[in-house]
């Protein structure tokens, strides 16, 4: 006997429940997929910031709002690290002007790199004043050499040397002053013919000084002995002697003049 196809009879509540219970992991598995896709799907990339920097201003190194520095400011660092260091132009690879002159070939008006070479220039002419003063002019004349390889044509560069072959065309000599002269200062009971030795030196001394022209730095051991020298010599001129006062032994009188008085200069 053949029985009809069994039929399962699920009570209404128990369907109702059976059918939610598909619903939820049928959303479940719908949520895993699309959560697996946004995991494997990479993220669209922020949106551009607007910016009113213009480009052609981050080109050339222009401060712009303190985020875009001098494009040059790492050689200028080093520049300035040879400048403290005193190496100018040598050794050339790692010198200023080496360092400047980098920056000016890409910016040639750059006002640093400009303030640069002067300071360089500066220096080298403050040197040659100094030798040119102390007599030293083949050291004079080398920091000039130097300085005119920064500028050849700066017009301090070429007072600087005129005033160096000036300083060459001066004679020199020193009259080393006697020590029974320098007595005579503090003497009180001198005789008549020591006040004619003194007299006699010192009238001889500053016609030798007016003869010359010649100007005059007198060398002393003290301000007092040297102001005493200097006018007693100037009461045997007939016009004001022209010189300078220094504290140095032995005592002495250095008289500077033009060795061909033909060129000689006001």
Same mark, same amino acid.
């Given at each position: 006997?053949?029985?009809?196809?069994?039929?399962?009879?699920?009570?209404?509540?128990?369907?109702?429940?059976?059918?939610?219970?598909?619903?939820?992991?049928?959303?479940?598995?719908?949520?895993?997929?699309?959560?697996?896709?946004?995991?494997?799907?990479?993220?669209?990339?922020?949106?551009?910031?607007?910016?009113?920097?213009?480009?052609?201003?981050?080109?050339?190194?222009?401060? /712009? %709002?303190?985020?875009?520095?001098?494009?040059?400011? &790492? +050689?200028?660092?080093?520049? #300035?690290?040879? !400048?403290?260091?005193?190496?100018?132009?040598?050794?050339?690879?790692?010198?200023?002007?080496?360092?400047?002159?980098?920056?000016?070939? /890409? %910016?040639?008006?750059?006002?640093?790199?400009?303030? &640069? +070479?002067?300071?360089?220039? #500066?220096?080298? !002419?403050?040197?040659?004043?100094?030798?040119?003063e102390a007599a030293n002019y083949a050291e004079a004349n080398?920091?000039?050499?130097?300085?005119?390889?920064?500028?050849?044509?700066?017009?301090?560069?070429?007072?600087?040397?005129?005033?160096?072959?000036?300083?060459r065309e001066e004679g020199r000599l020193t009259e080393i002053v006697p020590v029974w002269l320098l007595a005579?200062?503090?003497?009180?009971?001198?005789?008549?013919?020591?006040?004619?030795?003194?007299?006699?030196?010192?009238?001889?001394?500053?016609?030798?000084?007016?003869?010359?022209?010649?100007?005059?730095?007198?060398?002393?051991?003290?301000?007092?002995?040297?102001?005493?020298?200097?006018?007693?010599?100037?009461?045997?001129?007939?016009?004001?002697?022209?010189?300078?006062?220094?504290?140095?032994?032995?005592?002495?009188?250095?008289?500077?003049?033009?060795?061909?008085?033909?060129?000689?200069?006001?």
């Amino acid at each position: 006997m053949i029985l009809p196809p069994y039929t399962l009879q699920i009570p209404d509540g128990r369907r109702a429940f059976s059918r939610l219970l598909k619903t939820t992991w049928f959303s479940s598995l719908v949520l895993i997929l699309v959560g697996c896709n946004s995991l494997t799907t990479p993220a669209s990339d922020p949106p551009a910031i607007s910016s009113s920097i213009d480009q052609s201003e981050i080109e050339t190194g222009q401060q /712009t %709002d303190g985020y875009y520095p001098d494009r040059h400011q &790492g +050689l200028l660092d080093l520049a #300035d690290h040879a !400048l403290k260091r005193q190496h100018l132009t040598q050794p050339e690879a790692t010198s200023a002007l080496t360092y400047f002159n980098l920056i000016l070939i /890409t %910016d040639p008006d750059h006002q640093a790199a400009r303030a &640069g +070479l002067k300071t360089i220039i #500066d220096q080298y !002419l403050e040197w040659a004043l100094r030798a040119i003063e102390a007599a030293n002019y083949a050291e004079a004349n080398q920091f000039l050499e130097r300085a005119a390889r920064v500028d050849p044509k700066s017009p301090d560069i070429t007072a600087m040397a005129d005033r160096l072959r000036r300083k060459r065309e001066e004679g020199r000599l020193t009259e080393i002053v006697p020590v029974w002269l320098l007595a005579a200062r503090t003497e009180t009971s001198q005789t008549t013919a020591e006040d004619a030795q003194v007299n006699t030196y010192l009238r001889n001394l500053a016609q030798k000084i007016e003869t010359l022209n010649a100007k005059i730095a007198i060398y002393s051991a003290n301000d007092a002995e040297g102001r005493w020298l200097y006018q007693q010599l100037n009461a045997n001129t007939v016009n004001r002697l022209r010189g300078t006062l220094k504290i140095d032994t032995p005592s002495r009188i250095e008289m500077h003049f033009k060795s061909n008085p033909s060129t000689m200069l006001d």
